[in-house]
């Protein structure tokens, strides 16, 4: 693969700045002035098309979940622009909505460095010749981002949307029917948002931290990005750790393990049962050697997700954990899809009846015949996320759950019972 | 070209017309929801002998949840989040 | 032949309601989702459908023989605006409002993929008003209206759609409301 470097570094006379990590490198509370000082100008308007091919090169992907190439879902929005001066012209979303209980980096991202997702949205605008611009977020972030917004006159056609705190309030979908309608239900997609989003224009959504990387792609180039991380995994990410200690925000490498995550974190080994991966709708994993990244086996490789690392402590049940998850998250069905509005409730039934030690040797069985029948068939992936989690749990925690059928299991979450 | 029938869940309320127009493409679920016998469950490919059943429920569903999304790789639009 | 087209009308009349009594009936199983005996869901769905425009054949034919008639003294203004007609005003009336609910619930209902859902749904409710109405308007005008065996008939129709909306509103109404209650808890 070749990489191409941006022009605009050269055009402005800006040099790369040694060193990487730098989503927050502007401090707390930045204004434009730091942000400026800090980065380097960006010259927004000599941004055009050439900066998708800057992005492919990069290959920085989605950091909301799905880990999908983030020049592709330009090129595709740009693409479907028709032609014509009064055709109407692609919208652009920042999604920065967060309803995922455990992840927080993106509303820290927002509140830190808020003008680096400025500079991403402008400049994603650009490049597929978009002119409505959204910011979409939780209402906590709102003042901060108003802020940053007057601070600069370029930005000030970017319009705030609100997201509701709901689980779902981040998927695609959910956020345009936000903004069209108010109301944060995905809907069925009979058109890619590419091709039909917002008052059915091309519609591109792009998670904030995605911004705030082509924000810093847009400046140094494809290989700056490139020079942390893996060939798959390239350039850095913001997690979100939570567990026994307190709530962090980490930026680490693409392709970063777990080890270095706990230690990173400060969190001694000797006190995890299993650590979360991806969030709510990710996987259980036990501390072993496994790294982060978009693709690869699953025994060494687990997939970031949303940066969701949740770490359970040794002691406490990861079954209960886990139930009490999907109970959750069946309560954060949009109850559109009827496999999902009953088939998520039916799934934390039986997987409560494991976790509070009903010993009953068909219920694992009946859990995994619920799974097949419900995956993959929803308007959205809230089924198949949950499935997912699910699968890891029944996986991970096989030891427990033999314990629990035997009724030997002495952990009740904390307590030794 | 294979023709795809697409089901929008959040149209669907498992009234099972469809289920019986094409038995052999589709079953029903605990709920009474279509659930494809094989394959992707939200596009369903449809081959040569079931073009016209495919037709047919995508008339009769008394929600106008079904259509048909015409050749290419089938799962046109399954939202990949973002 | 004004005799006959008298008769006519007042026969096609009341074969209208009939249909259009089976076509509630048949649209009330239809949402239900269950089949009938050895019916499939699909064939409900087209009987209802085809039912329907059989009646609204035999409800223009009413219409069109009492128009062509001159003791019925009926007008095109009539037949579209309620309650103006010469004979029997209000029950005549009643008649009309009928007719155009059938035309705006046939129309949509043949045009359902094009409007979608939503529209089709709201206008498709107004058969609830639509059959009561136009039974009164068979009972209130027709001549026959108030003779035993139509008042007879009248009668089981009420109650077989009573029974039916009863059952329209009842918890389990639906084929699947059993398997769907236990989840949604
Ligand atoms: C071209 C004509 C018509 C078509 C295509 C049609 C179609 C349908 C369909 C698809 C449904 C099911 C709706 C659903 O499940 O949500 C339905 C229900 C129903 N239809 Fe019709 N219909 C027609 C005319 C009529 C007429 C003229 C009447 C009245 C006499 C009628 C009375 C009903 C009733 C009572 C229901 C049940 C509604 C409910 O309780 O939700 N329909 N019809
Ligand atoms: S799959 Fe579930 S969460 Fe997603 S739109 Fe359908 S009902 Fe809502
Ligand atoms: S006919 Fe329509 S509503 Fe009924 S099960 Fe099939 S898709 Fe769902």
């Known amino acids: 693969m070749t990489f191409r470097e941006t022009a605009v570094p050269e055009s402005t006379g800006w040099r790369a700045p040694v060193g990487t990590f730098l989503l927050f490198a502007a401090g707390t509370d930045a204004g434009y002035a730091r942000h400026v000082d800090t980065f380097g100008p960006l010259d927004v308007d000599s941004v055009g098309p050439e900066l998708i091919s800057v992005l492919e090169a990069s290959g920085l992907t989605g950091r909301g979940g799905a880990a999908f190439a983030s020049w592709r879902k330009m090129a595709a929005t740009a693409q479907s622009r028709p032609a014509g001066i009064l055709a109407p012209r692609p919208v652009v979303i920042g999604n920065g909505a967060e309803g995922e209980p455990l992840s927080f980096k993106d509303k820290t991202l927002l509140a830190e460095a808020p003008h680096l997702v400025i500079d991403g949205l402008l400049a994603a605008a650009r490049a597929v010749g978009g002119s409505q611009l959204y910011l979409y977020a939780g209402p906590s972030n709102f003042p901060a981002l108003e802020r940053a917004i007057s601070e600069r006159p370029a930005a000030r056609g970017i319009r705030l949307a609100e997201a509701p705190d709901r689980f779902i309030a981040g998927e695609a979908s959910a956020a345009v029917n936000a903004i069209a309608t108010g109301s944060a239900l995905p809907f069925d997609k009979r058109r890619r948002l590419s091709e039909s989003g917002l008052k059915n224009r091309p519609t591109l959504v792009l998670n904030v931290e995605t911004l705030a990387h082509i924000a810093l792609i847009a400046r140094y180039g494809a290989a700056w990005f490139r020079s942390v991380g893996s060939a798959v995994d390239p350039g850095t990410r913001l997690i979100s750790v939570s567990g026994p200690g307190p709530d962090q925000v980490l930026e680490v490498a693409g392709n970063v393990s777990l080890g270095e995550v706990l230690y990173l974190s400060q969190i001694d080994m000797a006190n995890v049962t299993a650590v979360l991966v991806g969030g709510y709708h990710g996987r259980w994993v036990k501390p072993l050697d496994y790294k982060l990244s978009i693709s690869g086996p699953a025994s060494h490789v687990v997939r970031p997700g949303a940066g969701v690392f949740h770490v359970l402590p040794a002691g406490y049940c990861g079954l209960e954990t886990t139930a009490g998850i999907v109970d959750y998250l069946a309560g954060e069905s949009a109850r559109q899809c009827g496999p999902c509005m009953f088939g998520l409730p039916a799934m934390a039934g039986v997987l409560n009846r494991i976790a509070y030690r009903e010993r009953d040797p068909r219920l694992v069985r009946e859990l995994e015949r619920l799974g097949r029948l419900v995956a993959g068939r929803g308007a959205c992936h809230h089924p198949d996320g949950t499935i997912q989690l699910i699968g890891s749990a029944l996986d991970v925690f096989s030891d427990e759950i033999k314990a629990h059928l035997a009724g030997t299991c002495t952990t009740v979450n904390g307590r030794a019972a | ?82 | 032949m004004d005799e006959a087209l008298w008769a006519f009308g007042r026969v096609s009349g009341f074969v209208s309601l009939a249909l259009f009594t089976f076509s509630v009936l048949l649209g009330i199983l239809n949402r239900s989702g269950r089949r009938l005996l050895v019916l499939p869901r699909f064939s409900i769905s087209l009987l209802h459908r085809n039912i329907a425009l059989l009646a609204t054949v035999f409800l223009g034919l009413h219409v069109g023989s009492l128009l062509l008639d001159s003791y019925a003294k009926l007008n095109v203004i009539d037949v579209l605006v309620p309650f103006l007609g010469a004979y029997r005003p209000f029950w005549q009336g009643l008649g009309t409002v009928a007719l155009d609910l059938v035309a705006a619930v046939v129309v949509t209902g043949l045009l359902r993929h094009r409007l979608g859902q939503r529209t089709f749904k709201a206008i498709h409710w107004l058969t609830y008003a639509m059959w009561p109405i136009a039974l009164a308007h068979a009972i209130g005008n027709g001549t026959d209206g108030t003779g035993k065996w139509f008042l007879v008939l009248a009668v089981a129709s009420v109650a077989a759609v009573g029974g039916a909306v009863i059952w329209r509103l009842s918890a389990t109404f639906l084929e699947t409301a059993k398997a769907r209650e236990g989840g949604l808890r």
Do not use: F, N, Q
């Open chain 2, 1 to 82: 070209m294979s023709r795809t029938l697409h089901i929008d869940w959040t149209k669907c309320d498992g009234r099972g017309l469809c289920t019986e127009l094409l038995p052999g493409l589709l079953g029903r679920d605990d709920w009474g929801y279509p659930v494809a016998r094989r394959g992707d469950r939200t596009d369903i490919a449809i081959g040569r002998d079931d073009a016209e059943a495919a037709d047919e429920a995508i008339k009769l569903c008394p929600k106008l949840a079904l259509r048909v999304v015409g050749g290419g790789a089938g799962s046109s639009g399954r939202p990949a989040g973002c």
